[in-house]
Nanobody
Framework: QVQLVESGGGLVQAGGSLRLSCAASGFTFSTYAMGWFRQAPGKERVFVAAISWSGGNTYYADSVKGRFTISRGNAKNTVYLQMNSLKPEDTAVYYC??????????????????WGQGTQVTVSS
């Protein structure tokens, strides 16, 4: 079955960095776009970043542009989210998701069909 498992979350001070990983299995990873969403307590799940199946195109929410970088290693069936210059407002549960969409955009919740369980990121001030 399709499985997405996030890891790498934790507690970090403002200005610090974390690298999230999403290990995928149960499908042909290299043929799907992948995305990251996040959800803070009491708020809706929102788009963070996405990457096309080939890795040739990336997309970011305005709130994380210049700070976060999404990448993928198709040989390892893993998508990454490098998060730098973290702010307290980045505190949320981060979810990895799979998209069967051909794009060109991947920012809509409805474009994703499978989700991981999430990993907590907490940024202290």
């Amino acid at each position: 079955q399709v499985q997405l498992v996030e890891s790498g979350g934790g507690l970090v001070q403002a200005g610090g960095s974390l690298r999230l990983s999403c290990a995928a299995s149960g499908f042909t990873f290299s043929t799907y776009a992948m995305g990251w969403f996040r959800q803070a307590p009491g708020k809706e799940r929102v788009f963070v970043a996405a990457i096309s199946w080939s890795g040739g195109n990336t997309y970011y929410a305005d709130s994380v542009k210049g700070r976060f970088t999404i990448s993928r290693g198709n040989a390892k069936n893993t998508v990454y989210l490098q998060m730098n210059s973290l702010k307290p407002e980045d505190t949320a549960v981060y979810y990895c998701a799979r998209s069967p969409s051909r794009g060109p955009y991947y920012s809509d919740y409805g474009q994703y069909d499978y989700w991981g369980q999430g990993t907590q990121v907490t940024v202290s001030s």
